[in-house]
């Protein structure tokens, strides 16, 4: 039985539902970071008034602050002629929608992360908040 772990539900929700398929490319991606870092800060909120104004829909779904899907929406604009918003997923098979899904999350308290990353040398207080 696979085992996916760790992060967000991101990559699950990908193997259950598919993703849209990836339509910019790194060097897209640095001029857009590029066209929105003012006084080596990324300008989230500059990036939203600009996806706002191409595709509001797209726009609505995506906090102000969320740099990384924001960077990829204004990307796929720039790389083609299709709105974020127009975008669907790659349609599962079959066989995928049969498949029978267990999901659970462990909460732990953050001291003891802190604790357990300390013990390892793995904590960094840039992090930690």
Not at 57 to 62: F, R, S
Not at 72 to 95: M, N
Request: charge should be neutral; include cysteine; aromatic fraction near 8%.
């Amino acid at each position: 039985m696979p085992d996916v772990r760790g992060g967000t539900y991101f990559y699950l929700r990908a193997l259950q539902n598919g993703c849209t398929p990836c339509l910019s490319s790194p060097g897209i991606i640095d001029e857009i970071e590029n066209e929105f870092f003012e006084e080596d800060e990324p300008q989230s909120s500059k990036m939203h008034e600009a996806l706002t104004l191409k595709d509001p829909k797209a726009a609505e779904k995506i906090h102000p602050n969320d740099r990384y899907r924001l960077v990829r929406a204004l990307a796929v604009l720039k790389a083609s002629s299709q709105l974020p918003s127009q975008l669907e997923a790659a349609t599962s098979s079959e066989r995928q929608r049969l498949r029978i899904w267990l999901k659970y999350a462990v909460v732990v308290p953050r001291m003891c992360l802190t604790k357990e990353s300390q013990a390892h040398g793995t904590y960094d207080p840039k992090w930690a908040d």
